[in-house]
């Protein structure tokens, strides 16, 4: 098993930044792709960034790319999402997410292990 465990939302205004934290304990050894995602309510969840343990090549949706990095700590077990100009479209849960098949995927369905969230809101 893989815990995870997320920090840093908060409350922000628009074009302002906040730097998510996820934590991970448990057999990390197993897990090859890091990734966050995040749900608004009333809507699906939704694919933001991933990276890859081991050579750290990273992914994002288009939504967030160019104000998004996402990064990770291998010493530290632990990946961040530093977030810039942010929008208020960008407001909701944001988990982080591990997944054992070392092929990036960008559907939550894939992903194995879950963290319990942290809030991010934007507000204009």
């Known amino acids: 098993q893989v815990q995870l465990v997320e920090s840093g939302g908060g409350s922000v205004q628009a074009g302002g930044s906040l730097r998510l934290s996820c934590v991970a304990s448990?057999?990390?050894?197993?897990?090859?792709?890091m990734a966050w995602f995040r749900q608004a309510p009333g809507k699906e969840r939704e694919f933001v960034a991933a990276?890859?343990?081991?050579?750290?090549?990273?992914y994002y949706a288009d939504s967030v790319k160019g104000r998004f990095t996402i990064s990770r700590d291998n010493a530290k077990n632990t990946v961040y999402l530093q977030m810039n100009s942010l929008k208020p479209e960008d407001t909701a849960l944001y988990y982080c997410?591990?997944?054992?098949?070392?092929?990036?995927?960008?559907?939550?369905?894939?992903?194995?292990?879950w963290g319990q969230g942290t809030q991010v809101t934007v507000s204009s």
């Open positions: 448990g057999r990390t050894f197993s897990t090859n792709y």
């Open positions: 990276i890859k343990w081991n050579g750290g090549s990273t």
């Open positions: 997410a591990a997944r054992r098949v070392p092929i990036v995927a960008t559907t939550a369905e894939s992903y194995d292990y």
